[in-house]
């Protein structure tokens, strides 16, 4: 995994997960509007569901296997880039919670695009899959804002010595 923590790699993943989410907002309108990735509530998703067009369906099912699929995989590589790149010999601990995000991420894709194929019962899974995901994210987030900051304070020291 310490390719991760290479400068090119965290810029690429940056930036794809800066696009990504362009993305996103572009296809929302597709879908009708909500995502299912932004509810935890099992019954509130189905609400979602049934009040989706085929079309809307199929869209949204189709987002969530490309984009929701590249997206996760490219946070995790630029939270996961930067704790392994600034925490040191820490870093392998500090980056798990990106790849834990990574992993939660995908598995609640594959509950959405079951649910959106008709299996509305896989839904169940969200009550604790969405709350995972955003809690490692945030996690991962906040171990990546002090892996930015020990770069920087090593940034200020080289060039002060």
Same mark, same amino acid.
């Given at each position: 995994?310490? %390719?991760?923590?290479?400068?090119?790699?965290? !810029?690429?993943?940056?930036?794809?997960?800066?696009?990504?989410?362009?993305? %996103?907002? $572009?296809?929302?309108?597709?879908?009708?509007?909500? #995502?299912?990735?932004?509810?935890?509530?099992?019954?509130?998703?189905?609400?979602?569901?049934?009040?989706?067009?085929?079309?809307?369906?199929?869209?949204?099912? !189709?987002? /969530?296997? #490309?984009?929701?699929?590249?997206?996760? $995989? *490219? @946070?995790?590589?630029? =939270?996961?880039?930067?704790? =392994?790149?600034?925490?040191?010999?820490?870093?392998? @601990?500090?980056?798990?919670?990106?790849?834990?995000?990574?992993?939660?991420?995908?598995?609640?894709?594959?509950?959405?695009?079951? *649910?959106?194929?008709? !299996?509305?019962?896989?839904?169940?899974?969200? *009550?604790?899959? /969405?709350? $995972?995901?955003?809690? #490692?994210?945030?996690?991962?987030?906040?171990?990546?804002?002090?892996?930015?900051?020990?770069?920087?304070?090593?940034?200020?020291?080289?060039?002060?010595?």
């Amino acid at each position: 995994m310490s %390719f991760l923590a290479r400068t090119p790699v965290i !810029w690429t993943s940056f930036v794809l997960m800066l696009v990504i989410g362009v993305g %996103f907002s $572009l296809f929302r309108p597709m879908v009708g509007g909500a #995502l299912l990735d932004m509810t935890s509530d099992p019954e509130a998703a189905r609400t979602i569901i049934a009040t989706m067009s085929d079309a809307q369906r199929t869209a949204h099912a !189709w987002v /969530t296997v #490309l984009l929701d699929t590249a997206y996760p $995989l *490219a @946070y995790g590589a630029f =939270l996961g880039g930067l704790a =392994l790149r600034f925490f040191g010999r820490y870093g392998r @601990y500090a980056a798990l919670p990106a790849l834990g995000v990574v992993i939660i991420d995908l598995t609640e894709n594959l509950v959405q695009v079951l *649910a959106l194929a008709g !299996w509305v019962d896989a839904l169940d899974a969200k *009550a604790w899959l /969405t709350p $995972l995901k955003f809690g #490692l994210f945030f996690l991962a987030a906040g171990l990546a804002v002090i892996a930015l900051l020990i770069g920087v304070v090593n940034l200020l020291r080289k060039r002060r010595a």
